[in-house]
């Protein structure tokens, strides 16, 4: 279970995050039109923003509290954090992207764990390729591959689907819905898309850092969706 409650200045852009929110859903998502504060929640969660004032406990474990001095490093969350541009380094191969964060972590050989986790997303083969050698979807793929390979209790993406065309989108939205499935990790979702919601069980509306409604109902998510971003599709978050 994912709780929250968190304020945040943001003086250089005069805007100000002020949001609460908790849930258990396998996936949840979240909704607003550009700046409302979607990825600062995310980034919020893995540690590359610290809130002014607020609490964040994930499955019972206080990742942040203000009033406590609680501030985990983001390596001691158990959090997979996917921007919404892979966040790829340009200059290492695929196998040194996923198994960058190995470092920080303790457990089965890294050369074995990366192969593994190469396979669940089916890039096995593409291992010594670089990022710019990469279609969209491949790189995306590398991107889950490198975030899930830490075993994270949550998995944060932001626009995942953003710069791919419709019929990839669909594709990979599938397979990321199989591989939750199959792996049983939760995901908190950023979107301008309704058809994202397919994959969500529940949502939360945003706007103007705060959030103003919200549904465990898809097809009323999906409504909701169409209300706030009746043309927001492709937008940045």
């Known amino acids: ?15 100000a995050l002020d949001v ?7 996936i949840a998502a979240l909704i607003g039109p550009s700046g409302s504060g979607k990825t600062q929640t ?20 206080v990742l942040f509290d203000r009033s406590l001095g609680i501030d985990l490093s983001p390596q001691e969350r158990h959090v997979g954090y996917v921007p919404q541009h892979y966040g790829l380094f340009p200059h290492l191969d695929v196998a040194a992207n996923v198994g960058f964060g190995l470092k920080h972590r303790h457990g089965s050989p890294a050369a074995e764990r990366i192969g593994r986790m190469l396979a669940t997303v089916g890039m096995e083969r593409l291992a010594h390729r670089y990022p710019m050698q990469l279609s969209g979807g491949q790189q995306q793929r590398v991107a889950l591959a490198r975030a899930l390979i ?3 209790r949550i998995l944060l993406l932001d626009e995942p689907f953003a710069a ?14 199989e591989l939750q499935q199959r792996l049983r ?24 850092g705060r959030i103003v ?3 465990q109902s898809p097809p ?14 492709g937008e940045r978050s």
């Open 164 to 177: 791919l065309d419709g019929t990839l989108r669909a594709a990979l939205r599938a397979e990321l819905n």
């Open 150 to 152: 830490l075993e994270p």
């Open 1 to 15: 279970m994912l709780e929250l409650s968190i304020q945040k200045r943001f003086p250089e852009h005069d805007f």
């Open 220 to 233: 009323d998510a999906a409504r909701l969706a169409t209300e706030v971003l009746p043309d927001a599709r």
């Open 185 to 208: 990790f939760h995901m908190l979702l950023v979107t301008h898309d309704p058809e994202d919601l397919q994959l969500a069980t529940e949502c939360f509306v945003y706007a103007g």
């Open 20 to 26: 609460c929110l908790a849930t258990e859903a396998p």
């Open 42 to 61: 995310l980034r919020s969660v893995a540690g590359a923003v610290r809130p002014d004032q607020g609490r964040i406990v994930l499955d019972g474990r």
């Open 213 to 215: 409604g919200g549904s």
